[in-house]
């Protein structure tokens, strides 16, 4: 019947898919068991001592940088997309290198946004370690992201409609923004998701740009950390490892939270271009 | 605008290095039907989209030759391509109203002549949908989206859609090829009443179709139009012996 080599090969898929689902659970129920038991409610108390460990503020802070960065990055990313779709040329130079660089961007370590962050905002701008200094390095982070799924959610959008737009005389601006963009709007917000989840888990840009203060920010230029900085700070120091186990839980649930809304908008996506 | 035919004098296209239209010349008459016939890839598109300058879009197309449109050169330097494409209603083979609701899809085209007053705007929609006898199948339902109707509605809608600019000309390309018989006999039927208003140009692959709705036909073979005459002339009495091989199923 089946070669041995195919066997073996089936064997090894098979392995491997498994491998990976395990890992994922264990990873996942690790940190329940270990995270659920010291889910206290001091750990919600609004302010936040080195007694009870609050997250509160950083869950707070972890909602500003998310907004900030998304009001900064979004419409940048969208406009950019649109010029890269629909105005430039096919295959100009432009198009292809400004594809090639956010290629790059996207797979640039964080840390190093963070080096970059730090010199360009921090101290080249002199924002501090702050929100804002934080925010602009996440926004740098993520347009290659927001630019990228975009970018594909542009180009799905059928010809017809685009052709529908001319034939009745409307501009290109008009067609762009009222038939093209609406219809796109699925696949941004699943892009806009995807970049939300890369948000809520950065810490290593992070901490370079917006410190680690674990306050609620009352201006731009104070600093704060997000809940992921703010685990990563507890498993820090060695006498925190519990607190540190249940914000875990937290971020877990988030970061599920944000996977699920993705998934349920793409296939929605699936669904309506059918 | 004050003659509403089309008058096209050597015309050639280019797209890049391939002649698609050869030295096309042709009167269309206002108030007609007009068909296009021929094999596929003969360019019967290309040829239909030239009147509203859609082949704009095209990079590498290049159009020479003298096309007049409503008595306008439509090629000419100062030519208001948005006005054109207002007086020149396209509707396309493939149903495509916009993702939108039915009534935003006919209201489409006079916001996008400036016309905001609701109550007008009510009047050209309600107008271009019972033009289109899709009126009384949607009046109930102007504000759900276009995209809920069967793919004949989808096409009057799409009709109604291009006759709420108030165009003079409307271009039909393969308006019937995606529909069923019973929607293809009605688009067919809507046809043969819009002809009082309109000058249509219509491209079929449906032979039986362009002889119950085209009062002249063009038979079109590699970019060249063969023979343009009377609909009758062409299908009963052709002059050229490969119209009559086209015609007769002998090859396309
Ligand atoms: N954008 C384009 N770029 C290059 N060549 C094109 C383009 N569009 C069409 N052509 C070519 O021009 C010729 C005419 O095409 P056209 O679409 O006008 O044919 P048609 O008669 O409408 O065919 P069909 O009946 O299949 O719709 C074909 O050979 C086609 O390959
Ligand atoms: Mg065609």
Known sequence: MRKPIDIFLFCLTWGFAALTLISLLFIIIHVLINGIPHLTPTLFERRFTTDNVSMFPAIISTIFFVLLTLLMAVPLGIFASIYLVEYVKKGSKIVTLIRSATEMLAGIPSVVYGLFGMLMFVEFFGFGWSLISGSLTL????LPV???TTEEALKSVQGGYREGGFALGAGKLRVVFRIVL????????????????????????????AGTIPQVPQELTQSARTLAVHMWALSAEAHHTNEAYATAVILLLIVLGINTASAVIARLITAKTK | MDSYGISVKGCDLHYGDFHALKNISMEIKEHRVTAFIGPSGCGKSTFIRIF?????????????GDIIVGGEDIYAKNTDVTLLRKNVGMVFQKPNPFPMTIYENVAFAPRTYGIKKKNEL??????????AGLWG???????????????GQQQRLCIARALAAEPKILLMDEPTSALDPISTGTIEDLVNELKQQYTIVIVT????????????????????????????????????????????????
């Open chain 1, 139 to 142: 926004t740098v982070m993520i």
């Open chain 1, 146 to 148: 927001v630019i990228r």
């Open chain 1, 182 to 209: 609406p219809s796109a709007i699925p696949g941004i917000l699943a892009g806009v998701i995807l970049a939300i989840g890369r948000i809520v888990g950065e810490t290593a840009a992070l901490i370079f740009t």
């Open chain 2, 52 to 64: 509203n300058r859609m082949n704009d879009l095209i990079e590498n197309c290049r159009v020479t």
């Open chain 2, 122 to 131: 009510d009047d050209i929609v309600e107008g271009s949908l019972r033009k």
């Open chain 2, 137 to 151: 199948e949607v009046h109930d339902r102007l504000k759900k989206s276009a995209l809920g109707l069967s793919g």
């Open chain 2, 205 to 252: 692959h449906n032979m039986q179709q362009a002889t119950r709705i085209a009062d002249e036909t063009a038979f079109f073979l590699m970019g060249e139009v063969v023979e343009f005459d009377d609909t009758n002339k062409i299908f009963t009495n052709p002059t050229d012996k490969r119209t009559e091989n086209y015609i007769t199923g002998r090859f396309g």
